[in-house]
Structures are given as C-alpha cells and as structure tokens.
Nanobody, 123 residues
Framework: VQLQASGGGLVQAGDSLRLSCAVS????????MGWFRQFPGKEREFIAA????????YYTESLKGRFTISRDNVKNAVYLQMNSLNPEDTAVYYC?????????????????WGQGTLVTVSS
C-alpha cells in the first residue's frame, strides 16, 4: 500500500483547507485509514480515522466538529477537511493505513504512512 498526502500549505487563521491522501496498492475493505499530525519535537497524534469501505468515523475529541475525514472509494482517496484553522494547527499532517483491528488512534497499529504534508497557519 502506498499513500501520498497532499494539500498542505500556508493559510491564514480562520481559513479552511482540505488535505488529500491518494491510496494505491491492495487495500482491504476492513482497512482503517487515519490522519495524524506532528508538531515539532512531539510525537504524532491522532486526528481521525475511517474504515475503507464501511462503518463510522472516529475523531480525537478536541478536533471533532472542526475537522472531517471522508473517503472516495472510486478515486481511491481519503480526505481531511479542516475548518477554522488557527496557528496551533500548524504541523506536518500524515495519512496512514493498517489492516484493521486494534485501536485506530494508536500510531503503532499503522504500518503504512504517507510522506506528510506541512500545514502552516499564520495569525
């Protein structure tokens, strides 16, 4: 499985941005697709997850309602819509995937990672 994240850039506080993750290779219907972010000097933290072909979405509580994960199985892509961005959202954002099972918020479960895309929010 190969993942290619894109859509990052420099935006102003209050703006919205949609990140994309292009997915290629063998993906199972039970695979979990996740978005994470990493601040300088910190570990990657969970944002949201969605199963590849069915089921609910999962969010870290602090971002629920402001960030939305979605998928397009025809385009083989996963998206992260981010609204009302603020400078504290500045980070490198990663998409990731794993076969399923276990905790969707645990980075150790994910064995496929995209290269990361930088989001910078200016005040």
């Amino acid at each position: 499985v190969q993942l290619q994240a894109s859509g990052g850039g420099l935006v102003q506080a209050g703006d919205s941005l949609r990140l994309s993750c292009a997915v290629s290779g063998r993906i199972f219907s039970s695979s979990v697709m996740g978005w994470f972010r990493q601040f300088p000097g910190k570990e990657r933290e969970f944002i949201a997850a969605i199963t590849w072909s069915y089921g609910p979405t999962y969010y870290t509580e602090s971002l629920k309602g402001r960030f939305t994960i979605s998928r397009d199985n025809v385009k083989n892509a996963v998206y992260l819509q981010m609204n009302s961005l603020n400078p504290e959202d500045t980070a490198v954002y990663y998409c990731a995937a794993y076969r399923g099972g276990g905790s969707y918020y645990n980075t150790l479960n994910y064995n496929y990672w995209g290269q990361g895309t930088l989001v910078t929010v200016s005040s």
